[in-house]
């Protein structure tokens, strides 16, 4: 949601009540807004957005504990990607 010109809104979680899975939200929402602003346009990928919150595990604590939690099924992502067509 962009209607308010100093937030945006990010609406791609369910409710969460746990503390560790709302700061795991946080760390996933921050790391990919630096992810972005610091990648190329031909970098934006889940490999290497996997790869840059793994570099910096003190400041991704929860979300990289999510990736070690769910580990099989995050290999399986990395294995076989969702591939977007550039056109």
Known sequence: NLQNSKTIEIRCF????????????????????YFCKDSS????????FVA??????????HLNTFFKKNRLTLNKVL??????ENN
Do not use: H
Not at 15 to 27: C, Q
Not at 52 to 61: G, S
């Open 79 to 84: 294995k076989n990607p969702l591939e977007i």
């Open 41 to 48: 346009l031909q970098d934006l990928n889940i490999k290497n």
């Open 14 to 33: 369910k409710g969460n009540l746990d503390a560790n899975g709302f700061r795991k939200n946080l760390d996933f929402v921050e790391s990919m807004f």
């Open 52 to 61: 840059y919150v793994r570099r910096d595990e003190k400041t991704y604590k």
